[in-house]
């Protein structure tokens, strides 16, 4: 009877120091922080935490600067998900069809994804620095004054951009290869032996098979896109020159760390989490029914 | 079909050409003098000189041009933090995913499935926005700046992917065995332990690694909750960055002293990061 009563709870048991740990780390906190949204709390300022209701998430969105991150969150995500999932696939076909040095190639494409948000941005400042970086070094011996990549409103997040491309399509390769090195070999040999032609086996075989992988790739390269904050705060400070990128994780940090209102931080980390969310959600749902 | 072939290499070369840059000049940069640095057009040869390192090892007075952190606090506060936190939240997190991944993967119980559904769930919270709720809780508790609070961070932002990762793994691994052991009367902890954990080494690996390199590579969550004695590497790139300019050549050589373990990963485990990169994919 012991013995039984142990089996039923042997599956909880296993879970309990994981279901601790997240209870006190993550889930005690972040119920507080829901709380503290509907508060006005500066505690460098004074120690009163004073409910407010809703008046922290109205103050952000009505912020102009709220508007701002999301117009260039908007940006970033269109501008990378569509780069990177051409360049992504074009690199993984490529990657599939060849027989030697695949593993060297994979290595490379490893390189960046594995690196550091903050180093990513530490290497690419000694490429794109106005004045003594790589870029404009080399165009001025071409003769041309390259702008500035960092600090003119103009070019600031398109730099961002391009560094995000550098760092995550590697990404997109690796899952979009995993799903091509599924695809059963009799399959395709089925269709060349029918007389398909390249284009007709991928645009009828290849593609509709990695339509869950290019779906997955899509989704977590989603989720990165809107907690993008130490590339930009690394290269050009909270939101770059004249907020010119500004996004959701650099807005965040500007309200807890400028504005020292933990209240509105809090309230801004909900709003970021409800809307990775309600996109994630979104995603499976769309994989579900349209997916295949 | 040969043009075919010569197209694709040559696709594959532009692409590692590109992706190698970046790395490849930073490293360059840290061997080179200030006059090499800031030459134009930028030199790709030149006579490599040591000055940028013997900065960072403490060999050059505080000179105003190189600014910059010291040896002292790289080799006695950030290299050692920045090790001590991923290993140890690392080895944390493996030993708890483990447990809870063999629970979700072996046994059917009540409540199973929204569990593992509340653990993909908590793996979207984004840790920038997790920095805030911690920094709050931990300042009130006194956590903030302490190794332990960044350790226990680290182990609750990467629990949930671990555990993802560990379940997989214990999926794929037979279960005959160990029911032959309970048959003989172990008990599930020693079925678990003495049978599956040998079989299990290589996803262990991918896991401690995986999440070694999530800690390694965090800015967010030490920028909030590790300003001073906690101090991880990535927060001292900018201490490079003075009012005075830039101490460029000293700020590579920090950058490729924190790329050395991603780099020795990369090399030795490379198999053990790519089912890290490709789980979420290949196996729901």
Known sequence: MKRKLFNILYPYLFLLPAFIILFVVLAYPWLNSFYLSFHSYRPGVSEEINFVGLENYYSIFKDKLFGISTYNTIFLLIGEISIQFILGLLIALSLNSIKSFRRFFRTVALLPLVLAPALSSLAWRFLVDPVRGFINGFLLMLGIKGPDWIGDPNYALLTILVIEVWKFTPYVTLILLAGLQGIPPPLLEAAAIDGATRWQSFRYITFPWLKPFIAIALLFRTMFVLRTFEIIYLLMGLGGPGNSAMVYGTYLVYLTRKLWDLGLGSAMSIILVVITGIISIGYFMFLYKGGD | ?284
């Open chain 2, 1 to 284: 079909m040969k043009l075919w072939d010569f197209l694709i290499y040559i696709v594959l070369i532009i692409f590692t050409f590109w992706t190698l840059f970046p790395i490849l000049w930073m490293i360059m940069l840290s061997f080179k003098s200030p006059l090499d640095i800031i030459a134009v057009p930028p030199k790709f040869i030149f006579s490599p000189v040591i000055d940028n390192w013997f900065v960072l090892f403490g060999g050059v007075e505080a000179n105003p041009v190189y600014g910059g952190v010291q040896m002292q606090k790289i080799f006695f506060t950030l290299l050692p933090n920045s090790l001590i936190s991923s290993i140890i939240s690392s080895g944390i997190t493996v030993i708890v995913a483990t447990l809870a991944g063999y629970s979700l993967s072996r046994f059917n119980f009540k409540g199973r499935r929204p569990i593992t559904f509340a653990i993909i769930g908590t793996r979207m919270l984004p840790p920038i926005a997790t920095a805030i709720p911690l920094y709050i809780f931990f300042s009130d508790i006194g956590l903030r700046d302490t190794l332990f609070g960044l350790i226990l961070a680290y182990t609750a932002i990467n629990i949930p992917f671990a555990i993802w990762m560990m379940a997989s793994f214990i999926m794929q691994t037979p279960v005959e065995i160990e029911e032959a052991a309970l048959i003989d009367g172990c008990r599930r902890i020693e079925a678990l332990v003495k049978v599956v954990l040998p079989i299990l080494k290589p996803g262990i690996a991918a896991t401690f690694i995986f999440n070694y390199i999530l800690a390694w590579n965090d800015f967010a969550l030490a920028f909030f909750l590790a300003p001073n004695r906690a101090a991880t590497m990535p927060l001292y790139i900018l201490s490079f960055v003075t009012e005075t300019g830039t101490a460029w050549g000293p700020m590579a050589a920090y950058g490729v002293i924190y790329i050395i373990p991603s780099i020795i990963f990369i090399i030795f485990a490379q198999n053990y990061l790519v089912k890290g990169f490709t789980l979420g994919a290949v196996k729901g």
